[in-house]
């Protein structure tokens, strides 16, 4: 998506050039179509990448189905047409430059609002192609399909690496009003959702000054570490009906089990959404933006691409923040040995940071990264492989206002990456296009399949490795 914003960036200086030296413009390609053999070869010049580039475009299988390679396109078309007038229509053409320079500020305000909206276009739109209603929940030609979890925004193996742990995300703003969700079990073996039985006990790890008395959560992003007495520790992300991390101890008796041991109230200032816990029970959370935050406020951010969240730490009862770590939704976050990872969903990265020097030592560009997993020496990843207001225009009961009650299930383009954690490299890229699932947020690799969960689909899916 990276030529979706050279396109944005050239059809703004274009525009701006025709508004301001729209007349000099004309009266240069007057001058070179009087003059017979300069116009020849200022045709050829322009006429032969621009063929180039449309044998190029045309050779991409579905080259229709991306913004970018449509613009592409008629930038080649143009270039080669343009080079036919200079060759073989010249007296047409200079017909028309003249018409233009004679109508002046007329010609380059247009060509102006043109380039603008063309500008436009190609920052907020990516995917044009046809989706398809996924909710009858077969499986794909890649993908294997189980319906049976509601958004499994993120999954995490027990210790004996027969379930997953999952997430049943119930939304967060400027998206939706957040909502209760759930902790559940997915069975590997039988491929089937478990309740996941939870029990109040003391708070022992949190602060003291966080308490509950119920058993309601709307989990977002979960982490699971083995504290220094060999206990497990599952740390929550909760959006309902108040903003905090949840601790639990993971119990096995009869079946996998929790006990709440705690929490953290967060400050009205953060809106978290991922976390990984330390061995003594301190954890790094991702600060997203503002709670407060207004749709259009977001939609301004993932255009511009400024910073709007920050990593937090908290230890000792209070939070930190990691002022070298702002960027645009820090969102999936995870730690080996001094390093420290961050998705950063509108930046479009993933970033390595040193936790002793405290800057940053790798970066790697990606579209809307989601939640961060280690496995061994690889980082896996998942990437939107589209833009926001794809999914307005594309599925139904998706709007600039939020996400409607009976939205349509639709399939649109993602990736699944898996990077070196040492210096971020790509080591493999798995793209997915027309299949039976979207929206991915977390992948996890579990022998040879790789499992990926959603913020907004009623399944988990996998794919062989």
Not at 337 to 365: G, H, M, Q
Request: proline residues 4%; contains cysteine; hydrophobic residues 45%.
């Amino acid at each position: 998506m990276a030529l979706n914003y050279f396109f944005t960036i050239l059809f703004l200086a274009l525009g701006l050039s025709a508004l301001l030296f729209g007349r000099a413009m004309f009266s240069f390609f007057l001058k070179i179509a009087n003059d017979d053999e300069l116009s020849k070869r200022f045709g050829l010049a322009i006429g032969i990448p621009g063929l180039a580039l449309l044998i190029f475009i045309l050779n991409i299988e579905n080259w229709y189905f991306r913004v970018w390679s449509i613009v592409s396109f008629l930038f080649g078309l143009g270039f080669f047409l343009r080079g036919l007038f200079f060759i073989f229509f010249r007296n047409f053409l200079v017909s028309a430059l003249e018409k233009m320079i004679s109508m002046g500020k007329v010609v380059s305000v247009f060509a102006f609002l043109i380039m603008l909206c063309l500008s436009v276009l190609t920052v907020s739109r990516d995917y044009v192609g046809p989706i398809e209603d996924i909710s009858d929940c077969s499986n794909g030609s890649r993908l294997e399909v189980y319906c049976v979890l509601s958004n499994p925004e993120d999954i995490l193996k027990t210790p004996d690496e027969k379930y997953f742990i999952a997430s049943e995300f119930g939304g967060i703003k400027p998206y939706e009003e957040p909502k209760e969700g759930n902790l559940a079990l997915f069975n590997l073996s039988t491929k089937m959702r478990e309740d996941l039985d939870i029990r109040l006990g003391s708070n022992v790890w949190g602060d003291p000054k966080c308490q509950r008395d119920d058993l309601r959560f709307g989990p977002h992003g979960i982490d699971l570490n083995k504290r220094y007495d060999g206990s497990y520790q599952l740390a929550v992300v909760n959006h309902y009906p108040k903003e905090s991390v949840e601790f639990f101890e993971l119990v096995f008796e009869e079946n996998w089990s929790l006990v709440w041991r705690g929490c953290v109230s967060v400050p009205e200032k953060y809106y978290i959404n991922d976390i990984t816990v330390e061995s003594n029970g301190s954890f790094f959370t991702t600060h997203m933006y503002p709670r407060n935050i207004s749709m259009n406020e977001w939609l301004s951010a993932a255009i511009f691409k400024y910073p709007t969240g920050v990593v937090l730490f908290w230890n000792k009862f209070k939070f930190e923040e990691l002022s070298f770590t702002n960027a645009g939704q820090p969102n999936g976050i995870a730690k080996k040995d001094n390093i420290l990872y961050v998705a950063n969903n509108l930046s479009d990265t993933v970033k390595a940071y040193d936790l002793i020097k405290k800057e940053e030592v790798f970066s790697y560009s990606i579209n809307s990264p989601d939640n961060l997993v280690i496995d061994d020496n690889s980082i896996w990843v998942t990437s939107l492989d589209h833009e926001t207001l794809d999914v307005t225009a594309k599925c139904p009961g998706y709007t600039l206002k939020g996400i409607e009650e009976d939205h349509m299930v639709c399939s649109l383009p993602f990736k699944v990456i898996e990077l070196s954690a040492k210096d971020l490299t790509p080591i493999n890229i798995f793209t997915f296009s027309k299949n039976k699932a979207a929206f991915p947020t977390v992948a996890l690799p579990d022998g040879d399949s790789v499992w990926v969960g959603s913020f907004s689909l009623d399944r988990l899916v996998s794919f062989k490795n």
